[in-house]
């Protein structure tokens, strides 16, 4: 499958405030873990991907490229900031580590919406802007690097109407019908939810073409 000319970024360098116990990318949601989960996406869209960390040594023996923040805000967009800074092309798909969801078929769908003169692609759900499920170009890094400098570290704060294109929630739930993909495992009640929903309505494979095609739960009856 031929791949796109765009970096996989992956934020991995929060911390587990709200899910005590093992850095919350490593719970298993079916048989992968969530970092599993996204790499395993990534690597079949992408020639690079970059997960951002603390500490290198937490994620040794995974298939990306592993760096750490350059700017030492410790916050989401000192991560972004890093992810465009290491990326090898000018475009990078960027999210956060406790995202086991990620849709191939929305990908693909920003990915087709990339237009000259635009900086961000991003979904608009119905509860917001996913700034971490979303395109970036590195043409954004000067604006980012300005922030962090001022201290402006909400991510939110970079967008330029001009410059962005925002996906409407009536596309995004035509591919992603429950929007599966703006589940963030923050808390034990998002893990229980992300669990049930692989136990009960399977997995979700998708095709070259990004068709979603349904893969019973082991637990299922045939006839289902």
């Known amino acids: ?17 709200r899910l005590p116990g093992i850095k919350k990318t490593f719970h298993k949601i079916g048989s992968k873990t969530i970092i599993e989960r996204i790499i395993s996406v990534f690597s079949k869209l992408f020639p690079q991907v970059i997960l951002v960390v603390n500490d290198p040594r937490d994620f040794l023996g995974l298939d990306a490229l592993v760096v750490t923040d350059i700017d030492p805000s410790q916050c989401a967009l000192a991560g972004l900031h890093a992810g465009l800074f290491y990326a090898d092309f000018d475009w990078s798909y960027v999210t956060a580590c406790d995202t086991p969801f990620v849709s191939e078929k929305i990908i693909r ?5 990339r237009d000259y003169g635009k900086q961000i692609i991003i979904p608009k759900t119905r509860g917001g802007l996913e700034m971490l499920s ?6 954004c ?9 001022k201290q402006v570290f909400k991510i939110k704060k970079i967008l330029r109407p001009k410059k962005s294109i925002q ?12 929007m599966r993909f703006a589940l963030n495992v923050n808390t034990l009640q998002d893990l229980e939810t992300a669990r049930n929903w692989v136990l009960t309505q399977g997995e979700r494979k998708e095709g070259k073409d990004g068709d979603q095609v349904q893969e019973k739960s082991q637990n299922s009856t045939p006839g289902e």
């Not at 769908?109 to 919406?113: E, G, H, P, R």
């Not at 979303?134 to 043409?139: D, I, M, P, V």
């Open 134 to 139: 979303a395109l970036y170009h590195k043409s």
């Open 141 to 149: 890094l000067p604006r980012v690097e300005t922030n962090l400098e």
């Open 1 to 17: 499958m031929e791949k796109f000319d765009c970096t996989g970024v992956i934020l991995a360098g929060g911390c587990n405030s």
């Open 167 to 178: 996906i409407p929630p009536r596309v995004l739930e035509y591919l992603d019908q429950d």
């Open 109 to 113: 769908y920003l990915l087709a919406q």
